[in-house]
């Protein structure tokens, strides 16, 4: 199946994102120019999600009227060597290639250093070429961490706008622990105020990770039951199929857990736990955010299994290979690939329910999603054949709500078995493309929209709860347990999580619909 970031958005989805533009807390102003400039523009990162996004955006006529864009790297680039690194990244079809030349002619390139004052000052003046009257200025930092307090100083120093607003966007990691991200947070507040600084985290741009609070909060079946006295348990899950690829001397330095653990996870936690906040002001929800993280203790080493890919024989390509066959990691290594960890928020509606955050690279499936297991129903009278019920939130790929529940085998027998209500979304949103996370997010920053970026009390207090597991990791060189790439992960997890009570009973199996 195709997933939605590789199409293109149909008119009903444009005219709903527009339709919903009108509801943000600050409309997006048509009389002013704005001007998005990527740092980085070189990189990666730029050529294959931002130009695309911008694109994306800007083709759906989804961006205000008078918007410029700015690359800025080391490199000597032109625009024109832009749009051939990028070209294999943009989503085209016949019908929009003047369009996609009228976005290029909107494209300017300025090369520089990211420690020199004086070419950040370069900088300023090509950007006061392209203004007419005000300009609102957002800087894209796609750039390695190491270089943002050098990089924000200089655009500090040098590149406000005298009219209008700055705002700010900040790829993660946000530091390593507690001590790094606390002296990032405050080397940027000493330069701009928090309502200019966003820190993104793609998967809170997801459709269903933004769906989450929608169920909980828009339905009033789950109010009543989304505590602890009915739910047993909630197992939060990113699994990939495929290991580090060549990478893995950048992955070596973070590890699973400050790739996708601490942030990924430890968000859509807080969403899927947070009380119902009073609006849907991006500072009333992340109030709750807070509030769930400030309940948390820390992570110990008893409360997480961890493990390291090995590789399969059985099977072909890269999956032959184990993570330290990987030239670029230490032979040594014992970076954790996988790692299933147990969590607890200590207040009234959550006391005693565990939450499981796993995460792991070689695994059997490309997965992410959401499961909330019910607890047993009491008083059986059906002979122990009731399994728990479970809601499953979907996130990746195709994105599906369903619940598990029991019924009636259709018969003469009066025998139960397991079916599902389904909401699976390229089912019932056939003709609805869904933008993609950064689509979401990169207007959201136009429109001042804060919802779904990370506040600096709420980074504060993520990396409170592992830092001192990371530490110990490293200082004591916690040797992972092994597993084999295309499983399902160390058995150890399994007794983890079955150790809490959670129930797996792997007989359930989702059959797809005749009608697709």
Known sequence: ?????????????????????????????????YIFV????????AKKKIYPTLWALYRDGL???????????????????????TKQYLKVTDDQHAKLDKFFAANYYVSGTYEKTEDFAKLNEELQKLEKSSSNRLF???????????????????????????????????????????????????????????????????EMVQNVM????????????????????????FKEPFGTQGRGGYFDHFGIIRDVMQNHLLQILCLVAMEKPVTTSGEDIRDEKVKVLRSMREIELEDIVLGQYAGNPELEGD???????????????????????????????????????????????????????????????????????????????????????????????????????????????????????????????????QMHFVRSDELAEAWRIFTPLLHQIENDKVKPVTYIYGSRGPKEADDLCQGYGFKFYGTYKWTKPSHF
């Open 319 to 449: 999956a032959k290979e184990g993570y330290l066959d990987d030239p670029t990691v230490p032979k040594d290594s014992v970076t954790p690939t996988f790692a299933m960890a147990t969590c607890f928020i200590n207040n009234e509606r959550w006391d005693g329910v565990p939450f499981f955050l796993r995460c792991g690279k070689a695994l059997n499936e490309r997965k992410a999603e959401v499961r909330i297991q019910f607890k047993d129903v009491p008083g059986d009278i059906f002979h122990e054949q009731c399994k728990r019920n479970e809601l499953v939130i979907r996130v990746q790929p195709g994105e599906a709500v369903y619940v598990k529940l029991m019924n009636k085998s259709p018969g003469m027998s009066f025998d139960l078995e397991e079916t599902e209500l389904d909401l699976t979304y390229n089912s019932r949103y056939k003709d609805l493309i869904m933008p993609d996370a950064y689509e979401r997010l990169i207007l959201d920053v136009f429109c001042g929209s």
């Open 38 to 45: 990527v740092l980085g523009a070189s990189g990666d990162l």
């Open 63 to 85: 961006l205000p009227a008078k918007t410029l864009f700015v690359g800025y790297a080391r490199s000597a680039l032109s625009v024109d060597d832009i749009r051939s690194r």
């Open 140 to 206: 894209y930092l796609a750039l390695p961490p190491t270089v943002f307090p050098v990089v924000t100083k200089n655009l500090k120093l040098k590149c406000m706008p005298t009219k209008g607003w700055t705002r700010v966007i900040i790829e993660k990691p946000f530091g390593r622990d507690s001590e790094t991200s606390a002296e990032l947070s405050h080397h940027l507040s000493s330069l701009f105020k928090e309502e200019e600084i966003y820190r993104i985290d793609h998967y809170l741009g997801k």
């Open 1 to 33: 199946m195709q997933e939605s970031e590789d199409l293109i958005a149909s008119p009903r989805s444009i005219a709903m994102i527009k339709e919903s533009i009108q509801h943000l807390e600050v409309p997006i102003q048509e009389e002013s120019t």
């Open 214 to 237: 929608a169920l909980r909060f828009g339905n009033r079946i789950f109010g009543p039951i989304w505590n602890r006295e009915n739910i047993a348990s909630i197992m939060i899950s």
